[in-house]
C-alpha cells in the first residue's frame, strides 16, 4: 500500500459534528442528546476531553 491508497486514520479525540455517525456515537457515550452535544462543541470546541470537562462541571 503507497501513500496514495492508504487512509488516514481519524482523530479519535475530537469530535466532528459534521458525520453524523460520530454526532450519535458520542452523544451516546456521553449519555446526553445530540442537539446538547452539538451546542458543547460549538461552545467549548471539538476536543472530546474540553466536552467531557464541560460535563463534569
Known sequence: MNSQTKRAMPDR????VREPRQVKCWAHKFK????????LVERVG???AAVRKELAT
Request: charged share 25%; glycine share 0%; net charge neutral.
Open 32 to 39: 446526553i442528546s445530540q442537539d446538547e452535544l452539538v451546542r
Open 46 to 48: 471539538s476536543s472530546a
Open 13 to 16: 479525540s475530537k469530535i466532528n
